[in-house]
Structures are given as structure tokens and as C-alpha cells.
């Protein structure tokens, strides 16, 4: 059972990036999948931001990453991804995927660090 993230590097402010999270061992496409994150000085306050349902694809996001950030999944290859546009410094953060099964720990996640 495990989760896999990836994608993450160094941006310019105003650039882009695509994480994947890479799911395997458990059922993915039934399960509601979800981004987090974890800024610098603010560890052990993983921050939810946007979420993905199993059923209809139905998403959801944290206010501040409204209309920058898109989520998607392809449950034929078991990832999830985070589409991410216009980034500014304060998204500095390592980000994590997590599954709504309690079962399945959190990956390594990936650091994203947006530069000024």
C-alpha cells in the first residue's frame, strides 16, 4: 500500500507545475483522493487543498488555490494529478496525496518552492 508523489521543483513565481500521485496496493478508483501541504515553519499543519471524488469526479479546493490549482485523476493508470498555474511564493510547501482510506499512509511528498 503506498503513494507516490512526484513533480514537485523550483517556479518562478507566476509559472506552473503538474504533480502525480502514484497509488498502488488499495482500490484506487474507489476511493476519494485528496492534496495537501505542508509549509515551511508550519510543520505538523498539513493543510488540506483540494479534493477529488470516487463517483463522479467531483472536485473541491481550499479558497486561496480556487482557480489556480486543477485536480484530476486517471484510475486506469492509479494517479492523481495537481495542475498548478499562476503560483506565488506563499505556495511554497512540500505537497502530499492521501487517500480517505485510514489504511493508507502518507507518501514522502514532493517540495515545491516558488521563487519571487
Known amino acids: 500500500v503506498h503513494l507516490m508523489e512526484s513533480g514537485g521543483g523550483l517556479v518562478q513565481s507566476e509559472g506552473s507545475l503538474r504533480l502525480s500521485c502514484a497509488a498502488s496496493?488499495?482500490?484506487?478508483?474507489?476511493?476519494?483522493m485528496s492534496w495537501y501541504r505542508e509549509a515551511p515553519g508550519k510543520e505538523r499543519e498539513r493543510e488540506w487543498i483540494?479534493?477529488?471524488?470516487?463517483?463522479?469526479?467531483?472536485?473541491d479546493y481550499k479558497k486561496s488555490v480556487s482557480g489556480r490549482f486543477t485536480i484530476s485523476r486517471d484510475n486506469a493508470l492509479n494517479t492523481m494529478y495537481l495542475q498548478m498555474s499562476r503560483l506565488k511564493p506563499e505556495d511554497t510547501a512540500v505537497y502530499y496525496c492521501?487517500?480517505?482510506?485510514?489504511?493508507?499512509?502518507w507518501g514522502q511528498g514532493t517540495q515545491v518552492t516558488v521563487s519571487s
Open positions: 492521501k487517500s480517505d482510506d485510514y489504511r493508507v499512509p
Open positions: 496496493g488499495f482500490s484506487f478508483s474507489n476511493r476519494d
Open positions: 483540494a479534493s477529488i471524488n470516487q463517483f463522479d469526479d467531483r472536485t
